[in-house]
T-cell receptor, first 118, second 112 residues
Framework: GAVVSQHPSWVICKSGTSVKIECRSL??????MFWYRQFPKQSLMLMAT?????????EQGVEKDKFLINHASLTLSTLTVTSAHPEDSSFYIC??????????????FGPGTRLTVL | SQQGEEDPQALSIQEGENATMNCSYK?????LQWYRQNSGRGLVHLIL?????REKHSGRLRVTLDTSKKSSSLLITASRAADTASYFC????????????FGTGTRLTIIP
């Protein structure tokens, strides 16, 4: 159980286009979903936290108009990178937290999306 | 930065040996977690240890936690080639918070 999927697994796009990444919890309802960014050989940096039906909370330094997050249901969150530029190229990973875990904040991660902006 | 640090940054050992990696963090925590990441993939949760626990085992994994020193260690015994991955510790942004801060990671290579 506790499987999280991401789609697409990789995407190449031209500068100026927008890219949407989907994150789904397949067998559980996610209280909260998280979006991370990871540069090569570096750690994960939290970008934003999204809760179903409410606006996402962005970390300091993350442009909310650049990275649009929609959490339409308890099993789906989307990240849209708007007007992508080469510096947005990165590995984007989502994770989900299951409601029943209470104080234990274990997160289940998707396989990640490799974005390359030309 | 609230990010924790892991030590060593990289570790190469022979298959069958034990691997130990350490994590230091900065905030007060209610638990600490360890995750594994294979190259180019998402993270897999390995183990969670609560702040009132000093040691926890799961299969070939042994985790210790010293809240007075704000440090944790992950020991992998009898390593296998499949253990080759990056390992991250993660702590709540602050006590009880659902957001996680990840350490810098240790890249473990098991030499067959």
């Amino acid at each position: 159980g506790a499987v999280v999927s991401q789609h697409p697994s990789w995407v190449i796009c031209k500068s100026g286009t927008s890219v949407k990444i989907e994150c789904r919890s397949l067998d559980f309802q996610a209280t909260t979903m998280f979006w991370y960014r990871q540069f090569p050989k570096q750690s994960l940096m939290l970008m934003a936290t999204s809760n179903e039906g409410s606006k996402a909370t962005y970390e300091q330094g993350v442009e909310k108009d650049k990275f649009l997050i929609n959490h339409a249901s308890l099993t789906l969150s989307t990240l849209t990178v708007t007007s992508a530029h080469p510096e947005d190229s990165s590995f984007y990973i989502c994770s989900a937290r299951e409601r029943r875990f209470g104080w234990d904040n274990e997160q289940f991660f998707g396989p990640g999306t490799r974005l390359t902006v030309l | 930065s609230q990010q924790g640090e892991e030590d060593p940054q990289a570790l190469s050992i022979q298959e069958g040996e034990n691997a130990t990696m350490n994590c230091s963090y900065k905030t007060s925590i209610n638990n600490l977690q360890w995750y594994r990441q294979n190259s180019g993939r998402g993270l897999v949760h390995l183990i969670l240890i609560r702040s009132n626990e000093r040691e926890k085992h799961s299969g070939r994994l042994r985790v210790t936690l010293d809240t007075s020193k704000k440090s944790s260690s992950l020991l992998i015994t009898a390593s296998r080639a499949a253990d080759t991955a990056s390992y991250f510790c993660a702590t709540p942004h602050y006590f009880g918070n659902e957001k996680l801060t990840f350490g810098t990671g240790t890249r473990l290579t098991i030499i067959p």
